[in-house]
Nanobody, 123 residues
Framework: QVQLVESGGGLVQAGDSLRLSCAAS???????MGWARQAPGKEREFVAR????????SYTDSVEGRFTISRDNTKNTAYLQMNNLKPEDTAVYYC?????????????????WGQGTTVTVSS
C-alpha cells in the first residue's frame, strides 16, 4: 500500500501558476503516479500521469500544454506544475499511485489516493 499526501493548493487568479506536490510513502513503490481532480458537482476526472522513469507522461486534453507532471524518485515525490490557470481548473486535486498503464488512462488504474488539496482559480 502507498500513502500519499498532497500539498500546494490555494486561491489564485486566472493566469497564475501553482505547483502541487505529492509525497509518497509505504512498502509498495509508486510505479505510476498521477493526478485527478473533482470540481464541485462533477465526477472525478483524470488529469495527468507519469511512469516510474519520468519519460512517459500523458494528460487530459484540457490541461495539455498548461500543466506538467514530474517526479523525483529520490524524494518519493510527484509534482504537478500548473500554468495559465483558468476558473474551470477549480477543483480538489488528488494524487494517485498505481501499477497499470492503460492505453487510455482510467481512474481504476490507480489503487492508492491522497486526501486531496483544493485549488481555486478566480476570474
Amino acid at each position: 500500500q502507498v500513502q500519499l499526501v498532497e500539498s500546494g493548493g490555494g486561491l489564485v487568479q486566472a493566469g497564475d501558476s501553482l505547483r502541487l506536490s505529492c509525497a509518497a510513502s509505504g512498502s509498495t513503490p509508486a510505479h505510476i503516479m498521477g493526478w485527478a481532480r473533482q470540481a464541485p458537482g462533477k465526477e472525478r476526472e483524470f488529469v495527468a500521469r507519469i511512469g516510474w522513469s519520468g519519460t512517459s507522461t500523458s494528460y487530459t486534453d484540457s490541461v495539455e500544454g498548461r500543466f506538467t507532471i514530474s517526479r523525483d524518485n529520490t524524494k518519493n515525490t510527484a509534482y504537478l506544475q500548473m500554468n495559465n490557470l483558468k476558473p474551470e481548473d477549480t477543483a480538489v486535486y488528488y494524487c494517485a499511485a498505481g501499477s497499470r498503464w492503460s492505453v487510455r488512462p482510467r481512474l481504476s488504474d490507480f489503487g492508492s489516493w491522497g486526501q486531496g488539496t483544493t485549488v481555486t482559480v478566480s476570474s
